[in-house]
């Protein structure tokens, strides 16, 4: 059987990654300098700061310019198996969220939106631009196209109020029931990385989706950018 060979690097970013685990180390809490840890492991400064660059892409650590390194927060789990918004999931780690809406019209959907959603070029939807917060931090915009004829009257009040999914079931009698998702690695646009407060150079995560009823009627077309470094995906049964 062909073992995997473990570098030191790797294998002082888990003995570190333990550490914060096992002794609860919480967000903002700042770990040894690399001069120390090399001490502590009897390495050089550059395995060190290798393994500390692991973590880093890992979104276990964070670097803060000539401070060093400390405790990430903890990530936003979001199961695509599940309906769930972020604000909820957000919530259910304990932190608080909020959204801005920046943007809310009819439009006519173009050529491209058609083909993506596989419905005819001109269909009529609300198209909703917010920007989502974790604790006054942005970390993600999500854009929405919701199907004009399936909610009437829909208005911009409604889903400053409310989520999408208690308005439909409350006021439509429509439950998503079904979904197609794709989640990919983007760089965002100019408008994206100012509103993300990010570089242009930074990657994104880009999360999109199609929204079914019971009726496997296409209620909604999401389209979402995420910071990477906050929110993580997973694939699971419903419990």
């Known amino acids: 059987m062909r073992k995997h060979i473990l570098f030191k690097d790797e294998e002082i970013s888990r003995e570190i990654e333990r550490r914060i685990r096992e002794e609860h180390l919480e967000e903002g809490d700042r770990l040894p300098s690399e001069r120390q840890l090399a001490e502590e492991f009897g390495v050089q400064r550059d395995t060190v700061r290798c393994a500390l660059e692991i973590l880093l892409k890992r979104g276990v650590v964070i670097k803060k310019p000539r401070l060093g390194y400390y405790a990430a927060p903890e990530k936003i789990e979001i199961n695509v198996n599940n309906f769930r ?3 909820k999931e957000i919530e259910n780690i304990g932190r608080s969220s909020k959204s801005v809406m920046l943007n809310f019209e009819m439009i006519s959907m173009s050529k491209k939106l058609a083909e993506i959603t596989q419905l005819p070029e001109g269909t009529l939807c609300y198209q909703v631009l917010r920007i989502r917060y974790d604790r006054e931090k942005p970390i993600s915009l999500e854009r929405s196209n919701i199907i004009a004829e399936h909610v009437p009257g829909l208005s911009r009040e409604d889903l400053e109020s409310h989520s999408l999914a208690s308005i439909l079931r409350h006021q439509y009698g429509i439950t998503l029931v079904s979904a197609h998702q794709r989640i990919t690695q983007v760089y965002g646009s100019d408008m994206e990385a100012e509103l993300l407060r990010i570089s242009k150079d930074e990657p994104l995560i880009r999360y999109e989706g199609s929204l079914y009823d019971r009726k496997d009627r296409l209620i909604e077309y999401f389209d979402n950018v995420v910071l990477p470094e ?10």
């Open 85 to 87: 918004t972020v604000k």
């Open 230 to 239: 906050s929110i993580e995906f997973h694939i699971r049964d419903f419990a």
